[in-house]
Every structure is written in C-alpha cells, then in structure tokens.
C-alpha cells in the first residue's frame, strides 16, 4: 500500500537525512520539482515531511511566500484533509510536517485498479468537496488539486499539499522556474489563460477529479499540453458516464465562467441534499471501502508467494479451495484463542464467537451523542487547551490523554450519562504516538451500578500500537484480560484508527464486538455479566508502562436496532 505521495516507500540512500529536527526519518515517500516526502517518526507518532529543495528555499520570495501560505494552512480545519502539524518556515531546510495517511493516492489507484466503483464515487466527491469547504474558509486555494493529491484511506479521502500550492505562484507572474503552475487536465480555464485565480478554480478541478474517479481520467486528458489547455478552454466534458445524481452538479463545476460555479459550501450541500449542511458531520461520517484494493493485493502477494515457493507445500497449500482455506484460518484463530481465553484470570464465561475472519461490517444505528471536541467547554477532563496538555481539548477540534512513564492508566468518561442505550456503538478516531507493544488505547462501556470502585463493572475494547487488539473486563477495580492479544487485521494503519466497539447489554449478558478501521476484530459475549447493572456509560482509555500520547477525534455513540 502506498502512503503520503506519488510512490511506494522506499530506502533511505546515504544522501537522505536520517533526522531532521524532532523527527526520525523512516522512508522516502516521493520525490518532485519542490521536494522530497519522507515518512518520518516523530513525538505524537507517523508523519509525513516534505523538504523543499535548496533552490526554491534560497529565493527570498519564495520563502516569504512558503512562510505565509503554510501559516495559513495550520489554521485549515481537519475536514477531509492531512493537516500540517509542524513546520519549519525561517532556516534551511525548510519543511513542512503534516499528518501521515496510510493509504494510496487516487491517481495511483486509478492507473494500477482502474476507476472507482459504487459508493466510494460519491464518497469521494463528499470528502473532496468538505475539504475544499474548510479549506477555502482559510482563506487559502489549493490550485494543483489533482488526483495525486487526494489520499484514499478507510475513513474518506485526504486533500494534500493545499497550502504549499500558492507558495509556488510568483502572484500574477510564471512561478519561480518560468512553468505553468498546475496540471493542465485539472486546471480551470481562468488559470490555463493567464487570469488570477481563486476558490472557483478549486471548484473546476474538483469537477475533473470526480470524473476521473468514474472513468480513468480528466475530461480534458490529452496526451500532450498544449492540447490539454485548449480542451480546458474550449470544450465541452463528457459526462455521460457520471451516476444521474452526480451529473448535474459536476457539470455546474465545470462551467467555463468562474462566477457561474458553486461554492464549496453549496457544492457539499447539493451533494448531500441540505441547505444547512454541517462540514464537521459530514467529515465524520464519509468513509471510503478499499477492501477490494486489499483483497487484489493480498491475492498478487499470494500468487507471488506461490510462485516462489517452486511446487512446494506452501504452494499446494494455496492450492486449497478458498472455502476450506476460510475455514481452517478461523478454526485455528478461534481456537488458539479459546485456549488462552481459558488461562485468563476470568471470572466469568466468555464465548468467543470470532476472530480476524469474517467479512461482517460494523452495525449502523441512530446517533445519540456526538463530541467533535471543537469547542472546549463541552463537558470533558480538561487540564488546559494546548496540543500539549496533559488530558484535555487540543484547540484544534481533538481531545488528547498524555501519560508519563510509569503513570499505568487513564481514563476520560464522556460528560452524557443519561440516555444512553444498552445497544450501543461507541467510535472514536485515534492518533497515538506510541506504536510499541506496551501502550493501549481503546473505548470503555460500563455498567457500574455506583461510583464506588467495589461496585465497578466497565468494558475495555483497545488497540496497540503495534497491530493487536483486546478486550478486557474491569470487576471491583481489578483488569483482567478476556481475550489474548489478537492481531489486526491486514490494511489497518498502525498508529492511527477508527475503532468502533459494540456494547449490548442483555439479562445477564453483555455482547461486545471490536472493529478497527470497519474491520471485524473480535466477537465475544460475557454470559456471567449479572452485576453490570448500572446505566450505560462510555468514554476513552489509555493504558501504558512508557510515556506516551493518544489523540481522539469525532467520538460518537449510536443506538443499535
């Protein structure tokens, strides 16, 4: 899978840094006229730095160009984009430092898997035009949007590269190499012809972007640039192959004059139908489904695997019929963990009913209580708002829980406490900087009946960093693990997730489920639950021998049918 650019990973070469201020440089991501990406490990976990080359950095409108246009870019809202977290804008090198998205660009997907397919088009269309609303609210145009800079992740598209696209417009001149700036199949025609441009030319682009996620390419592909630009300018787009409801709104964004195209806010609202559209809602719910991308690559490194293995066993096993190889996968994965379901120091029956195996999706239901932590008077623990404090609001629409070593655990209940349902499904998006193997972070359900620690009954559904998830039961005070530590599934991103955990209370039973990132994690029910009595609560968990730091995003509880 590829990440933060336009290639796969690739090794450092002795000409690389190795560090770069508080960053550990990983990999290379990709390499381009302004720079190089590198995947770097840094103090809150992955991120993905950008180094601008040293003949850009040297030219002093440039960098007074880089420094406004990246300041502008930190205060663009998280929607349906990979934020800049750091930057380096006085000294050299200058770098920028934003949130590393583990998932492939568009136009990579599209050369090597062909177009979109089913919702994920007009998920996408969603998720590019929140970006564009938060991003023009900054006051910024992005101006190169483009199929390589739209990331694909589970959880929706991610717009790239937003704010540093103006510090390369030298204003109503060429840029700074005498280049057109933009991609000619993307570009509106105000650009193409010279003319300033602003939000609606974001707005055309978007238009080509949508079509090229149906059909392979731009409306205005051609094979050279010259060709290109006159297409933008003069003709017409076919779109023909656009879904109906689809239709008429690319085709607003593509009008040739400017002033006749939508706005982001009203692109969004068309799209979702509501005038009063709310681009925080919308961003949380836009989510995106690769696992045809994984099912593909899995079955290219299957085929690979076999072919190397030279007719021996591991090929016959592969030879396997895809049923019986479904089935001795879960027999084994089930019963291993029965086995170590047993020596956990349980007092209670669990049933596990799955593990890592099935295709099974995460229940929908209506949606009871939702925290976006963008304002920081809400109603949770608050010890100062900073992206630093020590548990609280960040000031950038995230809640974050620090732990210094040796600090064992923390816990943050969410501030409704009434009305919650017994069928519930709790999702939280997370961030965490420690991917060891000592750290956990995940939701909690309780059902305690009082608030003395005797009387406790709370649920742990968590995650580690380095690809394994749990669930444990807390009685009286007292943790006790009611699964092993169960590997992931393949395709979830280490560090960052969307865990869902699934809490159904019944007489005498509670039913609990763990997804991360939609995936089915592990099913159980806990058949001795006779003292989880007391109202449904809920809240975030961290737990960690190290110091560490998790941040959460768009906590939602739903009732479940």
């Known amino acids: 899978m590829t990440s933060n650019g336009l290639h796969p990973a690739s090794a450092l070469e002795t000409s690389d840094p190795v560090q770069i201020g508080p960053y550990r440089i990983a990999s290379k991501l990709g390499q381009g006229g302004m720079g190089t990406v590198y995947l770097a490990e840094g103090p809150s976990g992955p991120v993905a730095i950008k180094v601008i080359n040293r003949l850009l950095a040297v030219d002093p409108e440039f960098r007074a160009r880089f420094r406004r246009e990246v300041s502008a870019a930190r205060r663009v809202r998280r929607f349906c984009t990979a934020p800049v977290l750091d930057a380096q804008l006085d000294v050299e090198p200058l770098w920028v430092v934003t949130e590393y998205v583990a998932g492939p660009d568009l136009g990579r997907m599209l050369r090597e898997n062909g177009p979109l397919e089913g919702s994920n088009v007009e998920a996408l269309a969603v998720g590019v035009a929140t970006a564009l609303t938060a991003i023009h609210d900054a006051g910024l145009v992005h101006r190169d949007l483009k199929p390589a800079n739209v990331l694909l992740s589970p959880l929706g598209p991610r717009v790239i590269d937003f704010g540093i696209a103006r510090a390369l417009d030298a204003g109503d001149r060429q840029t700074a190499t005498d280049l057109v700036f933009g991609t000619p199949d993307y570009m509106a025609p105000e650009q193409v012809q010279g003319e300033q441009v602003g939000p609606p030319g974001d707005i055309f682009a978007w238009g080509c972007v949508v079509v090229a996620a149906t059909v392979g390419a731009s409306p205005f592909a051609s094979s050279n640039l010259p060709h290109a630009m006159y297409r933008v300018v003069h003709d017409e787009p076919d779109l023909r192959s656009l879904d109906p409801g689809l239709r008429p709104i690319v085709a607003a964004a593509l009008n040739k004059d400017p002033a006749q195209r939508p706005t982001a806010q009203e692109l969004l609202a068309a ?27 899995r079955e290219s490194r299957e085929g690979r695997e076999a072919r190397e293995s030279r007719g021996q066993a591991r090929s016959a096993r592969h030879r396997l019929p895809e049923g019986s190889r479904r089935r001795r996968r879960r027999d084994v994965l089930t019963g291993a963990a029965a086995a170590l379901v047993v020596s956990a120091l349980i007092a209670a029956a669990v049933m596990v009913w799955m593990v890592n195996s099935a295709p099974e999706t995460p229940p929908r239901g209506e949606m009871v209580y939702r925290e976006t932590f963008a304002a920081d008077n809400s109603g949770w623990n608050n010890e100062g708002t900073r992206v630093d404090t020590g548990q609280g609001y960040t000031g950038d629409g995230r809640y974050t829980i620090r732990l210094k070593r040796g600090a064992g655990h923390r816990w943050s209940p969410a501030p409704a406490k009434k009305g919650l349902p017994d069928r519930a499904l709790a999702s939280v998006k997370m961030n965490f900087s420690d991917a060891g193997s000592d750290t956990w972070n995940g939701v909690y359900c309780e059902y305690s009946k009082d608030d003395q620690v005797a009387n406790d009954i709370v649920y742990v559904l968590e995650v580690r960093g380095d690809g394994h998830g749990k669930i444990a039961k807390v009685v009286g005070g007292v943790p006790r693990n009611m699964t092993s530590d169960i590997p992931l599934p393949e395709g979830v991103a280490r560090g960052n997730a969307l865990l869902r955990a699934e809490c159904v209370r019944g007489a005498g039973q509670v039913d609990l489920a763990l997804w991360a990132d939609d995936q089915l994690v592990i099913r159980l029910a806990d058949t001795e639950a006779n003292k989880a009595v007391g109202p449904p609560r809920f809240g975030l968990f961290v737990e960690s021998v190290s110091e560490t730091r998790t941040y959460f995003d768009d906590f939602v509880v739903a009732r479940l049918p």
């Open 271 to 297: 799209l979702v139908q509501r005038p009063d559209v709310d681009s925080a809602q919308v961003a949380g719910s836009v989510r995106l489904d690769l696992s045809p991308l994984r099912r593909e690559n």
